[in-house]
């Protein structure tokens, strides 16, 4: 049982979140100052982790986040802040904090971010996690950092708290974001989501808030933004570190005040929705080069999530394989018993720069291309035999170009470009002499994002 020490010197406040605790089995401890904290420390079981208003007798939740730090430092602290105190939540965020919480806190926040920083923290032994191989919330895998990521996403979803998904392309953030959704109180209302990378950026203030009729030349009727679509529901945002930093802001003053103005309006509209994001980005590197607000990013990242790389969970592939075999095999309507142990070595042995989404088409060119009732390593591309990985050489020549379809060979040109360039963005594109939005505007039309 996990022992629990909150630290808050209104007695009411203390009393309730010790109740909501205790209520969910958790061993509490209570401090009203940071001397009495710093004493609970040294009598009794180890403390699990600290729950700690910023506001204190004294000396400061803040001196006692640092404090812990220097003791414990892998000690995970929660600060709980004023509504509005933003500012209070990332000085606490740069300090160390695993998570803050605003007050008045829900008991539902409560819960999500206690569990899900206290499952952070435990070491991964094979006994804590079931190791499930069944396809759930439609993810498939039975890795530890698979089943780590099922158990965060049983233990959050019913937060009202937004959380940021991060981690390659290719790794399935959107499919864990649904997933988020489908799991919660939400799920009877919208999940709308939004492509920023996807977007112009003199369009996304449209995209995200609407307009009304007349506020611009060809505006004849008010439309509905995105953010007021998800009311209630869950608004997610892909890419949000494309997002322009003019754009940042007054979505920063949305998800503070639940509010915005559609373009030419003149009145607030109101929408509660639950905010997931994602990106491939390092958003804390974005912040140094002055790319995206620290403000903002800590709005986002209350819940963590990280997605991990294909090639970190090998044990996965087996499954991945045989579940897009299955697919493919299906659409084209092909017989298809299986994947030869030969070609299924070669897959296990192949380090996927483009993660799982180039595993889904390299078996779907596979499934195209076999003559047999078994996939056989003369199915898979020649750089996946010889395990090139992220060697970036280029892709076999497309053979057949004359009965193919301009679609089909613009779409063969760009995925032949991101595996070439180890599915960079930036150096794919400038392989194929277009912007790098270009590409992603290509990308989602080829289903390759």
Same mark, same amino acid.
């Given at each position: ?244 930093? #003019?754009?940042? %802001?007054?979505? =920063?003053?949305? +998800?503070? *005040? ?5 373009? &030419?309006?003149?009145?607030? $509209? ?82 996927? #720069?483009?993660? %799982?989404?180039? =595993?889904?088409? +390299?078996? *779907? ?5 076999? &003559?047999?009732?078994?996939? $056989? ?73």
């Amino acid at each position: 049982m996990e022992k629990i020490l909150i630290v808050e010197d209104e007695i009411n406040i203390l009393r309730l979140l010790g109740k909501i605790l205790r209520q969910e089995g958790f061993n509490v401890e209570a401090a009203k100052s940071f001397e009495e904290a710093v004493s609970k420390f040294a009598s009794g079981p180890a403390i699990d982790l600290v729950l700690s208003d910023m506001r204190l007798p004294g000396r400061s939740g803040l001196d006692l986040l640092n404090w812990v730090k220097e003791q414990k430092p892998d000690l995970p602290v929660i600060i709980m802040t004023a509504y509005g105190s933003i500012e209070n939540a990332v000085q606490a965020m740069r300090a160390g904090a695993a998570n803050y919480l605003t007050k008045p806190v829900e008991s539902g926040d409560l819960l999500a971010v206690v569990k899900h920083s206290l499952l952070h923290k435990k070491p991964e032994t094979g006994n804590e996690i079931a190791r499930e191989e069944k396809d759930q919330y439609g993810i498939i895998g039975k890795s530890a950092a698979i089943q780590e990521i099922l158990e965060t996403i049983r233990i959050i979803s019913d937060s009202r708290s937004h959380v940021l998904i991060t981690g390659e392309s290719g790794t399935g953030k959107e499919l864990v974001a649904r997933a988020i959704h489908n799991d919660s109180r939400r799920k009877n209302f919208r999940f709308v989501a939004i492509n920023c990378g996807a977007i112009p950026g003199e369009l996304m203030e449209n995209e995200l808030f609407g307009h009304e009729a007349g506020s611009y030349t060809g505006a004849a009727s008010r439309e509905i933004g995105k953010a007021e679509l998800a009311a209630n529901g869950t608004l997610f945002l892909d890419e949000v570190g494309e997002m322009p930093p #003019p754009m940042q %802001i007054k979505f =920063l003053r949305f +998800i503070q *005040e639940k509010e915005f103005y559609r373009i &030419g309006g003149t009145s607030p $509209v109101r929408a509660d929705c639950r905010i997931v994001a994602s990106t491939n980005r390092d958003l804390e590197e974005e912040i140094t080069c002055g790319g995206f607000r620290e403000d903002l990013f800590y709005r986002l990242n209350v819940i963590p999530v990280q997605m991990p790389r294909l090639k970190d969970r090998t044990e996965d592939i087996p499954l991945l394989a045989e579940y897009f075999l299955k697919k493919y095999a299906g659409q084209n309507q092909k017989f298809i018993k299986g994947i030869d142990h030969r070609a299924m070595e070669a897959l296990m042995a192949y380090d996927w #720069p483009g993660n %799982i989404r180039q =595993l889904q088409n +390299i078996i *779907e060119r596979a499934v195209v291309l076999t &003559g047999f009732d078994t996939i $056989v390593p003369s199915d898979l591309p020649k750089k996946i035999l010889m395990n090139e990985g992220q060697k970036g050489q280029e892709n076999e020549k497309i053979s057949g170009l004359e009965n193919m379809k301009l679609p089909e060979i613009e779409r063969a040109a760009i995925l032949g470009a991101l595996e070439a360039e180890e599915w960079n963005q930036t150096r794919a594109s400038s392989r194929l002499g277009i912007t790098r939005r270009q590409l992603r505007t290509k990308m989602v039309k080829y289903n390759l994002l």
